[in-house]
């Protein structure tokens, strides 16, 4: 069976899920590359704390930074390729995700303390990603997106069971074959010889009868 062509609308909440997930990779590299920014940030912001307890917080922060990033550079894509099964719930898992993805930009303000000196660009990027988040959930709630093409996945026949009789059986009539069988019949006896009525090819002997 052919998979049916999912509708623009499908389309396009996959790519706009995509690149949200893009920019999460787009975070992993800036992270990466300001380290000594956050180290800094952590250690003005706690003065009296050695050099020791600041690379501890450090690595801490730049974990916590890195695993939900890394976490939904993966995920999203692939449950965003999932709507193309037609499912109701791939539909609602994606959302749930982007959900999440709508409640992380609350640590803004934190993002802000430890990239004091980025705070345009942390605005601009955050910005960015949600007007492709809102996109992809509009897509996927419209009335022309996920809801038309699940009503237009062809549904799953069952296969008859092995054991459910066949209409011939049912009925109680027997295979066409374009000929009756013959039918036989035996007649009495005379004088020992047994006759066959019917029989193809069989020519009956004359009877004799007694004197």
């Known amino acids: 069976m052919t998979q049916p062509v999912p509708p623009r609308q499908v389309r396009w909440a996959i790519v706009a899920t995509c690149v949200v997930a893009a920019v999460h990779v787009a975070a992993l590299i800036l992270i990466a590359q300001h380290v000594d920014v956050i180290r800094d940030a ?43 099964s037609g499912r109701r719930s791939a539909r609602v898992v994606l959302t749930a995700l982007l959900a999440v993805q709508l409640a992380a930009h609350a640590t803004l303000p934190m993002v802000l303390a430890v990239l004091p000196g980025y705070a345009g660009w942390v605005i601009a990027v955050q910005g960015f990603s949600l007007v492709f988040e809102v996109a992809a959930l509009g897509l996927l709630w419209g009335r022309h997106g996920c809801a038309r093409f ?6 799953r026949r069952c296969p008859p069971s092995r054991n459910q009789p066949r209409p011939a059986q049912l009925s109680g009539s027997t295979p066409m074959s374009g000929k009756s069988p013959p039918q036989t019949a035996l007649t009495p006896q005379v004088h020992g010889v047994v006759t066959i009525k019917g029989g193809p090819g069989i020519r009956e002997p004359a009877a004799h009868a007694e004197p």
């Open 42 to 84: 952590l250690s003005a912001a706690h003065p009296t704390a050695s050099a020791t307890q600041v690379n501890a917080l450090t690595r801490s922060q730049v974990l916590n930074s890195v695993v939900p990033h890394v976490v939904l550079a993966i995920v999203l894509p692939w449950r965003a390729y999932r709507l193309l």
């Open 150 to 155: 699940s009503a237009r996945l062809p549904r």
